[in-house]
Nanobody, 125 residues
Framework: VQLQASGGGLVQAGGSLRLSCAAS????????VGWFRQAPGKEREFVAA????????SYTDSAKGRFTLSRDNAKNTVYLQMNTLKPEDTAVYYC???????????????????WGQGTQVTVSS
Protein backbone atom coordinates (compact mmCIF):
# COMPACT_ATOMS: atom_id res chain seq x y z
CA VAL A 1 0.00 0.00 0.00
CA GLN A 2 1.23 3.51 -0.82
CA LEU A 3 0.48 6.33 1.59
CA GLN A 4 0.11 10.03 0.86
CA ALA A 5 0.08 12.42 3.81
CA SER A 6 -1.14 15.97 3.42
CA GLY A 7 -2.70 18.87 5.29
CA GLY A 8 0.24 20.31 7.15
CA GLY A 9 0.95 24.00 7.35
CA LEU A 10 1.70 26.98 9.53
CA VAL A 11 -0.77 27.83 12.26
CA GLN A 12 -0.78 29.97 15.37
CA ALA A 13 -0.90 28.41 18.80
CA GLY A 14 -4.46 27.46 19.64
CA GLY A 15 -5.32 26.85 16.02
CA SER A 16 -6.32 23.70 14.20
CA LEU A 17 -5.19 21.58 11.28
CA ARG A 18 -6.53 18.41 9.73
CA LEU A 19 -4.04 15.96 8.33
CA SER A 20 -5.02 13.36 5.76
CA CYS A 21 -3.50 10.01 4.95
CA ALA A 22 -4.75 8.52 1.71
CA ALA A 23 -4.01 5.00 0.59
CA SER A 24 -3.46 3.86 -2.94
CA UNK A 25 -2.62 0.50 -4.38
CA UNK A 26 -4.95 -1.25 -2.00
CA UNK A 27 -7.47 -0.38 0.65
CA UNK A 28 -6.81 0.15 4.36
CA UNK A 29 -9.02 -2.82 5.17
CA UNK A 30 -7.21 -4.98 7.69
CA UNK A 31 -4.62 -2.33 8.48
CA UNK A 32 -3.86 -0.22 11.48
CA VAL A 33 -2.99 3.32 10.44
CA GLY A 34 -0.75 5.33 12.71
CA TRP A 35 0.43 8.89 12.89
CA PHE A 36 3.92 9.70 14.06
CA ARG A 37 5.86 12.94 14.27
CA GLN A 38 9.48 13.92 14.28
CA ALA A 39 10.80 17.25 15.46
CA PRO A 40 14.29 18.46 14.52
CA GLY A 41 16.93 16.64 16.51
CA LYS A 42 14.43 14.27 18.07
CA GLU A 43 13.38 10.72 17.46
CA ARG A 44 10.20 9.89 15.63
CA GLU A 45 7.38 9.47 18.14
CA PHE A 46 3.93 7.97 18.13
CA VAL A 47 0.91 10.26 18.13
CA ALA A 48 -2.19 8.19 17.44
CA ALA A 49 -3.47 5.15 15.58
CA UNK A 50 -6.72 3.70 14.34
CA UNK A 51 -7.65 0.16 13.46
CA UNK A 52 -9.53 0.21 10.17
CA UNK A 53 -11.80 -2.63 11.23
CA UNK A 54 -13.85 -1.47 14.12
CA UNK A 55 -12.31 1.98 14.31
CA UNK A 56 -10.55 1.44 17.64
CA UNK A 57 -8.25 4.36 18.37
CA SER A 58 -5.17 4.90 20.52
CA TYR A 59 -3.62 8.23 21.47
CA THR A 60 -0.61 9.42 23.37
CA ASP A 61 -1.31 11.45 26.47
CA SER A 62 -0.25 14.64 24.68
CA ALA A 63 -2.80 13.99 21.93
CA LYS A 64 -5.75 12.94 24.07
CA GLY A 65 -8.44 15.57 24.19
CA ARG A 66 -6.87 17.64 21.41
CA PHE A 67 -6.43 15.27 18.46
CA THR A 68 -9.11 13.07 16.92
CA LEU A 69 -8.77 10.29 14.39
CA SER A 70 -11.44 9.42 11.86
CA ARG A 71 -11.67 7.47 8.66
CA ASP A 72 -13.57 7.68 5.40
CA ASN A 73 -14.13 4.24 3.95
CA ALA A 74 -15.21 5.55 0.56
CA LYS A 75 -12.09 7.69 0.18
CA ASN A 76 -9.79 5.16 1.83
CA THR A 77 -8.44 7.98 3.94
CA VAL A 78 -7.60 8.52 7.59
CA TYR A 79 -7.82 11.98 9.10
CA LEU A 80 -6.07 13.43 12.12
CA GLN A 81 -7.93 16.47 13.38
CA MET A 82 -5.60 18.51 15.55
CA ASN A 83 -7.07 21.22 17.75
CA THR A 84 -5.60 23.56 20.33
CA LEU A 85 -2.20 23.22 18.73
CA LYS A 86 0.88 24.14 20.72
CA PRO A 87 4.36 25.16 19.57
CA GLU A 88 5.65 21.82 20.86
CA ASP A 89 3.45 20.09 18.28
CA THR A 90 5.74 21.45 15.57
CA ALA A 91 7.18 18.52 13.63
CA VAL A 92 7.01 16.56 10.43
CA TYR A 93 4.01 14.29 10.70
CA TYR A 94 4.06 10.88 9.07
CA CYS A 95 1.32 8.37 8.54
CA UNK A 96 2.12 4.70 8.55
CA UNK A 97 0.27 1.44 8.11
CA UNK A 98 0.64 -2.08 9.35
CA UNK A 99 -1.26 -5.33 9.06
CA UNK A 100 0.55 -6.93 11.98
CA UNK A 101 0.68 -4.33 14.72
CA UNK A 102 -0.95 -5.30 18.01
CA UNK A 103 -1.98 -3.20 20.97
CA UNK A 104 1.25 -3.77 22.83
CA UNK A 105 3.38 -2.36 20.00
CA UNK A 106 0.94 0.04 18.40
CA UNK A 107 3.25 2.95 19.18
CA UNK A 108 6.44 1.36 17.91
CA UNK A 109 7.98 2.81 14.76
CA UNK A 110 9.30 -0.60 13.81
CA UNK A 111 5.84 -2.15 13.88
CA UNK A 112 4.80 -0.28 10.74
CA UNK A 113 6.02 -1.35 7.34
CA UNK A 114 4.45 1.29 5.16
CA TRP A 115 5.15 5.01 5.48
CA GLY A 116 4.02 8.18 3.80
CA GLN A 117 6.34 11.02 2.89
CA GLY A 118 5.52 13.31 5.82
CA THR A 119 3.86 16.69 6.08
CA GLN A 120 5.26 19.66 7.99
CA VAL A 121 3.24 21.15 10.84
CA THR A 122 4.53 24.40 12.29
CA VAL A 123 2.84 26.04 15.25
CA SER A 124 3.91 29.58 16.04
CA SER A 125 3.66 31.06 19.51
Amino acid sequence: VQLQASGGGLVQAGGSLRLSCAASGRTFSGYTVGWFRQAPGKEREFVAAIRWRGGTTSYTDSAKGRFTLSRDNAKNTVYLQMNTLKPEDTAVYYCAASQTVILSNIGAVGAYGYWGQGTQVTVSS
